[in-house]
């Protein structure tokens, strides 16, 4: 059952949309809005490269100048559409039950099954479809707290970078992820990949 859009948004960005104030705490919260840092250039995982000899459609663009989405209600609301509609349409399994392989593999769940790569593969590929630019959807690996590597789709907006995960429902800041983050795509070139060292310290209840 989808959450209410207040309370969706004061868990997810904790900010004003569209000028109103959803509530007191919103309010309270918008100066947390905060984006991730980067550092050098970081190794291409193996996964991503793979995927690219199967999908050059995906990787062999041209390289395009960094920007971030203007968030409003309606760019959020989409947002929120496609993580929900990815995360329960889509089966989750691990790499190796579902490829029987310990390799890497990334792909879009063209059997509705998928691990974490899979999800944010997808919700990337709708999210270029409704129009959001490539440059704003970036593929980003993280450590668990177990220290599990993960994979999220990073959503890059002029009120903080914004987490869709297929482990949490709702979407979070980064910085509330609990995850280590560890690298991402490079804005203007989906197969540069850059170092990160920041740590979304609070996760969200």
């Known amino acids: 059952m989808r959450k209410s859009l ?28 905060s984006f991730a840092g980067v550092n050098g250039a970081a190794q291409t995982p193996y996964g991503w490269a793979d995927f690219c000899g199967r999908h050059r459609d995906q990787c062999n ?3 395009l100048e960094a920007v ?12 929120i559409r496609i ?9 989750p399994v691990s790499n190796f039950e579902h490829w029987g392989t310990m390799l890497d593999h990334w792909d879009y769940p063209t059997d509705g099954k998928g691990d974490c790569k899979v999800f944010a593969l997808y919700k990337r590929k709708l999210l270029l479809a409704a129009g959001f630019p490539r440059q704003a ?24 970078d914004l987490i869709l995960d297929n482990i949490h429902s709702d979407i979070r800041p980064w910085d509330k992820t609990g ?6 795509q490079d804005q203007s070139d989906p197969n540069l990949w850059l170092s990160m060292s920041g740590t979304g ?4 209840n």
């Open 6 to 33: 207040p309370c969706l948004v004061v868990r997810a960005i904790m900010m004003m949309v569209g000028g109103s104030v959803l509530c007191a705490s919103a309010k309270a919260e918008q100066a947390k809005a």
């Open 61 to 63: 663009g041209k390289k």
């Open 68 to 79: 971030m989405i203007p968030l409003d209600a309606a760019k959020l609301n989409t947002l």
């Open 83 to 91: 993580n929900e509609s990815a995360n329960s349409s889509i089966t």
């Open 137 to 160: 959807l970036l593929m980003t690996i993280a450590k668990l707290n177990g220290g599990e590597s993960h994979t999220v789709l990073m959503v890059r907006t002029d009120r903080g």
């Open 179 to 184: 995850y280590q983050f560890i690298k991402r």
């Open 201 to 204: 310290n609070t996760a969200a």
